[in-house]
């Protein structure tokens, strides 16, 4: 059974006759991270704030874990929830060590217990354990920004809602972020529901993009999936779907080499520079325009597997935009 279902969710605020929120139905298996996309106004926010019952719905069900969340209190379940947000909420009054502390201390942790986790915390989001006493206006806005993801990781929530957590934050510290939320999903395989409006930032997280307009869901897929069949104009303007570097972002050397099989000459070419598995296409073809266009070799652990050239790309490109599971 899926561990979040949304059965028609709908919001009216007060005294409008437009739903922010209009009969929204998905499910979300548990461990999924799933990227809210949508403009300004769409209703995410809306939609985030009703799984946790800062909002209620006007109709529709949630489940989450097969359980309906209206048959709980609000602040029981708001404390099995991770919340992030993009002005922290951070306590500013309260040291770090405090802030971090807030859902453990309402859960009646003892002292001991609270202590090592916020060191653990603190070394998870990669925080030196000397910032504990110090206060939110000491830090930067990226540091910040890591004692909210450790404040709402600390009573250790299967469930996390993210809402523009990096929109304040410049572009490296905001790649970097990024890339610390995935390490760290790859670690503790939380289900994330993640807000943005930065189409890079989605499809660099998503295992799937929930696309919403005027307060209804457009698609719901793998990012690949939805830029190699966008459901509508809006969604392909949306995204860029015609863009095609955006595309190679999301294939891999491997996948060129896997659907192109192992031909080609194997040679190894002394001080050529080479390509790992791993590797994105685009960033491969970045790197095959700067050595004259020529096909470089890729390497993983000193054996050569094959080579990547400006055909095997074109290739790989037709290939996963005809050839996509449903
Ligand atoms: N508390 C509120 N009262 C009345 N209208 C609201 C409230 N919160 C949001 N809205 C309206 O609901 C719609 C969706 O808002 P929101 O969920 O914040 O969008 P997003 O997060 O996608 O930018 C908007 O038209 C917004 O003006
Ligand atoms: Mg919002």
């Not at 523009?164 to 572009?171: H, K, R, S």
């Not at 069949?229 to 995204?239: G, H, M, N, Y």
Request: charged content about 25%; proline content about 6%; hydrophobic content about 40%.
């Amino acid at each position: 059974m899926a561990f979040i279902i949304a059965d028609r969710l709908t919001k009216t605020f007060p005294g409008e006759t437009r739903p922010a929120v209009d009969q929204v139905s998905f499910e979300i298996k548990q461990g999924e991270f799933v990227v809210l996309l949508g403009p300004s106004g769409c209703g995410k926010t809306t939609l985030l704030k009703m799984i946790n019952r800062l909002y209620e719905p006007t109709s529709g069900r949630l489940l989450i874990d097969g359980v309906d969340v209206r048959s709980m209190p609000a602040t029981a379940l708001r404390r099995r929830i991770g919340y992030v947000i993009q002005q922290t909420g951070l306590f500013p009054h309260l040291r770090i060590e405090q802030n971090i502390a807030v859902v453990p201390q309402l859960l009646r942790w003892d002292r001991a217990r609270i202590e090592a986790r916020i060191d653990e915390l603190l070394d998870l989001v990669e925080l030196p354990r000397s910032y504990r006493r110090r206060y939110p206006r000491q830090l930067s806005g990226g540091e910040q920004q890591r004692v909210g993801l450790a404040r709402a990781l600390a009573a250790d929530p299967s469930l996390m809602l993210m809402d523009e957590p990096f929109g304040a934050l410049d572009a490296i510290t905001r790649a970097r972020l990024q890339e610390e939320l995935l390490r760290i999903q790859q670690r503790l395989h939380k289900t994330i529901l993640f807000v943005t409006h930065d189409v890079d930032e989605a499809l660099r997280l998503a295992d799937r993009l929930l696309i919403m307009r005027a307060g209804r869901i457009v698609q719901f897929d793998t990012p690949l999936a939805v830029l190699a069949e966008p459901a509508d104009d809006f969604v392909r303007d949306l995204l860029g779907a015609d863009d095609v570097l955006r595309r190679l972002s999301l294939l891999t050397v491997a996948d060129a080499l896997a659907s192109d099989g192992m031909n080609g000459d194997h040679t190894a070419h002394g001080s050529q520079e080479t390509l790992n598995p791993g590797d994105n296409l685009r960033e491969a073809l970045i790197r095959m325009l700067r050595s004259g266009g020529q096909p470089l070799p890729v390497v993983d652990n000193g054996r050569q597997l094959g080579r990547i050239s400006p055909d095997t790309i074109a290739a790989a490109l037709t290939r996963k935009t005809h050839a996509l599971p449903d």
